[in-house]
Antibody, heavy 120, light 110 residues
Framework: QVQLVESGGGVVQPGGSLRLSCAAS????????MHWVRQAPGKGLEWVTF????????FYADSVKGRFTASRDNSRNTLHLQLNSLRAEDTGIYYC?????????????WGQGALVSVSS | QSALTQPPSASGSPGQSVTISCTGT?????????VSWYQQHPGKAPKLIIY???KRPSGIPDRFSGSKSGYTASLTVSGLQAEDEADYYC??????????FGGGTKLTVL
């Protein structure tokens, strides 16, 4: 079955950096686009970024553009999110999610999330 | 990149039906039939329950249905059950290659 496992979360000071990873299994990772979605404590979901199956296309929410970078290693079935210049408002759970493909534009499988806390 | 508009709460008694609305703009819901809905129980990851406005993934009960009219999409939960109590989020693909979520609706089964 499809499994997505995030790692790399933690506590970081404002202005600091963090790298999240998402290990994928149970499907042919290199064939699917992927997303990151975050959720601030007690708040709703916020789409963060999309990365195409081959890593050549990336799109970002305005709130993270220029600070966050998505990447993937298809040889290791792993997705990454580099978080730089972190702010308090970046605190939350970060989910990686698999795009359904077939031009359906939805997120059909989600990991359990990695907690990022930005605090001095 | 404004969030889609959802009511913060909805409720119904077991066996009843409840509908949750999701209002967007001409840049998202109004232009694309790529509206999806996600169910999230406390402390859990979101789960896809509706995609492409009206379609249900395998394993999702037909008590869940979706629709769209103009700039507003809707999720209807029929025959409410206790386990339907959760947060529900709509999402739409939008112009400029972004995805936008609604603010979420907390569904309470009375």
């Amino acid at each position: 079955q499809v499994q997505l496992v995030e790692s790399g979360g933690g506590v970081v000071q404002p202005g600091g950096s963090l790298r999240l990873s998402c290990a994928a299994s149970g499907f042919t990772f290199k064939n699917f686009n992927m997303h990151w979605v975050r959720q601030a404590p007690g708040k709703g979901l916020e789409w963060v970024t999309f990365i195409s199956y081959n890593g050549n296309s990336k799109f970002y929410a305005d709130s993270v553009k220029g600070r966050f970078t998505a990447s993937r290693d298809n040889s290791r079935n792993t997705l990454h999110l580099q978080l730089n210049s972190l702010r308090a408002e970046d605190t939350g759970i970060y989910y990686c999610a698999k795009d359904s493909g077939k031009d359906q534009y939805c997120l059909d499988c989600w990991g359990q999330g990695a907690l990022v806390s930005v605090s001095s | 990149q404004s969030a889609l508009t959802q009511p913060p709460s909805a409720s119904g008694s077991p066996g009843q039906s409840v509908t949750i609305s999701c209002t967007g703009t001409s840049s998202d819901v109004g232009s694309y039939n790529y509206v999806s809905w996600y169910q999230q129980h406390p402390g859990k990851a979101p789960k896809l329950i509706i995609y492409e406005v009206i379609k249900r993934p395998s394993g999702i009960p037909d008590r869940f249905s979706g629709s769209k009219s103009g700039y507003t999409a809707s999720l209807t939960v029929s025959g409410l059950q206790a386990e339907d109590e959760a947060d529900y989020y709509c999402n739409s693909y939008a112009s400029s290659n972004i995805w936008v979520f609604g603010g979420g609706t907390k569904l309470t089964v009375l």
